[in-house]
């Protein structure tokens, strides 16, 4: 039997029970997979009478090593190379994955003279995630009246499930629209994918 615990979407610590039939205990080559991808490797010691406790854990240095990137399922297999052959079991964990909330919204707005509408300078938001698993991303793309801006000031920024942020962008190379309603997108991007987005409606003022 196996059993992983997971905390933020990464793997923890991985529980396994097994039943050694015979006089003599040893220790025995073991492999740790997540979804077909091998992420640690080491050895198990088994006593003559079975045993039940961590093959493999988080310590004060590194994690097991395994941060998930998405929701779904996620299979867990430990394989134990024994006398007799290879044995192995499976757990399968299901994470929700990002539930991410982008809210409030704030823009400014210049009136520009030379072109007779509107600029737009600055866009403030909170980023919120529900989720089991870390929203990560290394830029923000804003996009309104046609037009897109990339803000990427900062390596990758990380929210933690059940945490929030508030990001502000200056628009460097304003857009120009006419006096109004507009709508207008935020994604935020992780190497070039959308991992998050939220299109609302703002006036120019």
Known sequence: MVDSTWDYGQLTSVQFSADNAGD?????????????????????????????????????????????DSGGEH???????????????TDTVELDGIDSTISEVDTTFYES????GFELSSVSFSVRNDG???LQYDSVE?????????DDPYGTAEIEPGASTSEYVTISDNIVMDQGSHDLTIR????????ASETTTVTTK
């Open 113 to 116: 003279f030379d072109t007779c």
């Open 188 to 195: 935020l991007v992780l190497d070039g994918d959308t991992v």
């Open 24 to 68: 003599v205990g040893g220790e025995y080559d073991a492999t740790l997979e997540v979804n077909g991808e091998t992420i640690r490797e080491g050895e198990v010691t088994i006593p003559s009478d079975g045993t039940s406790g961590a093959t493999f854990a988080e310590d004060s240095y590194s994690g097991i090593g395994y941060v998930a």
């Open 132 to 134: 089991d698993i870390s």
């Open 75 to 89: 299979d867990v297999t430990l394989t134990i190379e024994t006398d007799n052959g290879p044995v192995s079991a």
């Open 142 to 150: 804003i996009e309104i009246a046609g037009a897109s801006r990339t």
